[in-house]
Nanobody, 119 residues
Framework: QVQLVESGGGLVQPGGSLRLSCAASKSVFSIYTMGWYRQASGKKRELVALITTDGITNYADSVKGRFTISRDNAKNMVYLQMDKVKPEDTAVYYC?????????????WGQGTQVTVSS
């Protein structure tokens, strides 16, 4: 069973930085595309960023230039570095794994971690 566990969420001021981490089952990063979704209260879930097994990335327009997704296959970890955060970045962030793309999510989800951007 593939298990994903997010961490690193919390309260951060506008303009600040935060790094989210996702730990997965051993070897999962060698076969799965990984991604980060977010869902703000009352809004639809949206893809924030993804990274393939070969390191190809894709970002939502709203976070380009501010967020960076990366992965460490040796450690089975994926990260989302969030810089220059804005109040509209407030959401629950979910790690996602599988055959995901900009068009659909993968089959596996983490439990989510709350990110709140507020002064």
């Amino acid at each position: 069973q593939v298990q994903l566990v997010e961490s690193g969420g919390g309260l951060v001021q506008p303009g600040g930085s935060l790094r989210l981490s996702c730990a997965a089952s051993k070897s999962v990063f060698s076969i799965y595309t990984m991604g980060w979704y977010r869902q703000a209260s009352g809004k639809k879930r949206e893809l924030v960023a993804l990274i393939t097994t070969d390191g190809i990335t894709n970002y939502a327009d709203s976070v380009k230039g501010r967020f960076t997704i990366s992965r460490d296959n040796a450690k089975n970890m994926v990260y989302l570095q969030m810089d220059k955060v804005k109040p509209e970045d407030t959401a629950v962030y979910y790690c996602n794994a599988g055959d995901l793309s900009i068009w659909h999510a993968g089959d596996y989800w983490g439990q989510g971690t709350q990110v709140t951007v507020s002064s």
